[in-house]
């Protein structure tokens, strides 16, 4: 585990996946960076496998920038 900045907040126990071409912030994490909902752009694609047997929609999509290291 690694220490990132994202969205200028520094995170601890950030786990990092090389291999995944889905990126996932739960909602606790928002309300830790202090992002609100309605800065999410609109997502019509439901994603498999997060939960097994059942599709997940996002509740949207956001950019936001990452720093690792110095």
Known sequence: M???VVGGIKM???LMD???G???LYK???KKLNIKT???CPSHSPFHGIIPGRWVMP???ITL???FGD
């Open 2 to 4: 690694v220490s990132a």
């Open 12 to 14: 601890t126990k950030v």
């Open 18 to 20: 090389g291999g995944s």
């Open 22 to 24: 889905i990126n996932i």
């Open 28 to 30: 606790g994490a928002f």
């Open 38 to 40: 309605s800065k999410l």
């Open 59 to 61: 509740l949207g999509t």
């Open 65 to 67: 920038s990452v720093m």
